[in-house]
């Protein structure tokens, strides 16, 4: 589903919810600028091929996570942006547990001090 | 581009000046081949295949290479077809449900225009009822409007992506209340022109019921079968543009 220079297939597909729902919590965005963001974040480590993301976003607007609309941008031309409906910001929450749970049983049995909780 | 420096290879592909638009226009019809994308799809990659290529041009390549560097990076259409049906196997088939009943509206709409045409021309033209019927003459008329209008689109003289129709199917009541509405004007002015053709030339079909009994009953048979495709039509406006979302 994505290419990715660090993490495998299967970690990116699995990540991509908290993720894109985490980046929306702080704001509307676009597919291009959402992508850009991801990179930036991770440190590049986590590269999204650029039209796989959309599939993922339809996903998670068709569960009413997020929802999107058609806005003109600064530039002139129109662009799809996505934003968190109130389901998604629970959602936030649920994936949040779970992912710290994975992170701190980790922690534990590797014997390092959790990163931050 | 003038002034940054050119390599050899450069200088000969400037010579067949490279179109930025015309890439972007040949990429969206590669896009347009793929069946499994919507159009609104379409219309989201290509405004992501613009924003990757402004932003390999700010980097300071030329346009041509901010094209082709962005082009890869959004992917092979075949393969995006591929994913985006996985995320939503029955959007494409709402689309084209959408666009079947467009067409069946079209074709009943022009249907009624046609039989005042037909009156008018009868009317005017009695040499031209000698040579073939009404009902014929009916049909021919009909023929000659959709394949004029299918005409117009495929030439691009007729713009299906224009902002006017856009604006028209923003969301389900407005797009109710202008349909109908026009529907309305429209038949109501078809029946009286040919009702008053028709008594010009004292051919009423057996119509005694004077003129609002016979418009009365060309809207409300014309009507009826209209508003099936319009109820599909209003079903299936897109989702998203249904209601202003509401946000967190």
Same mark, same amino acid.
């Given at each position: ?12 597909? +699995? ?27 991770? /440190? ?6 650029? /039209? ?10 068709? *569960?009413?996570?997020? *929802?999107?609309?058609?806005?003109? &941008? ?13 389901? /998604? ?29 | ?30 896009? &347009?081949?793929?069946? $499994?994308? &919507? ?7 290509? %405004?992501?295949?613009? *924003? ?35 995320? *939503? ?7 084209? +449900?959408?666009?079947? &009943? ?9 249907? %009624?225009? %046609? ?41 691009? $003289? ?5 902002? =006017? =129709?856009?604006? !028209? ?30 008594? +010009? ?23 009826? !079968?209209? =508003? ?21």
């Amino acid at each position: 589903m994505y290419k990715t220079a660090m993490l495998t297939k299967d970690l990116v597909a +699995a990540s991509s919810k908290p993720l894109l729902l985490s980046i929306l919590a702080g704001g509307e965005s676009y597919g291009y600028e959402i992508i850009q963001k991801v990179r930036e974040l991770s /440190g590049g480590q986590i590269e999204w091929s650029d /039209g796989m993301l959309y599939p993922v976003l339809h996903r998670l607007e068709r *569960d009413g996570l997020i *929802d999107s609309e058609w806005k003109e &941008a600064d530039t002139g031309r129109e662009r799809k942006y996505y934003f968190l409906s109130s389901d /998604g910001r629970k959602a936030i929450k649920t994936e949040r547990q779970q992912w710290l749970a994975v992170h701190n049983t980790l922690c534990k049995l590797w014997k390092i001090k959790p990163a931050s909780i | 581009m003038a002034g940054r420096s050119q390599h050899p290879v450069q200088i000969m592909e400037n010579q067949t000046r490279f179109n930025l638009n015309a890439a972007v226009e040949s990429w969206r019809q590669e896009l &347009a081949a793929q069946p $499994n994308l &919507a159009s609104d799809d379409r219309r989201e990659l290509e %405004t992501h295949l613009r *924003d990757a290529v402004a932003g390999f041009q700010q980097r300071g390549l030329n346009d041509e290479e901010s094209f082709w560097l962005a082009r890869r990076r959004v992917g092979q259409p075949q393969q995006l077809g591929e994913e985006f049906v996985k995320a *939503d196997p029955a959007k494409v088939w709402r689309e084209r +449900a959408f666009w079947m &009943a467009a067409g069946a509206l079209t074709a009943l709409f022009l249907f %009624t225009t %046609t039989m005042p045409l037909t009156a008018i021309i009868g009317y005017c033209f009695p040499s031209v009822g000698k040579i073939v019927d009404e009902p014929t003459l009916s049909i021919m008329l009909w023929v000659f409007q959709i394949i004029g209008i299918t005409f117009l689109i495929t030439r691009g $003289n007729m713009n299906l992506q224009s902002p =006017l =129709l856009a604006s !028209l199917i923003k969301d389900r009541f407005h797009f109710a209340v202008m349909t109908i509405s026009v529907l309305l004007a429209a038949e109501t002015f078809c029946a009286t022109i040919m009702f008053w053709v028709y008594v +010009a030339s004292r051919n009423v079909h057996g119509f005694n019921g004077g003129p609002f009994a016979y418009i009365g009953n060309f809207m409300f048979v014309s009507l009826a !079968l209209e =508003l099936v495709p319009v109820t599909i039509l209003i079903w299936l406006l897109p989702a998203q543009n249904r209601k202003t979302p509401k946000r967190a």
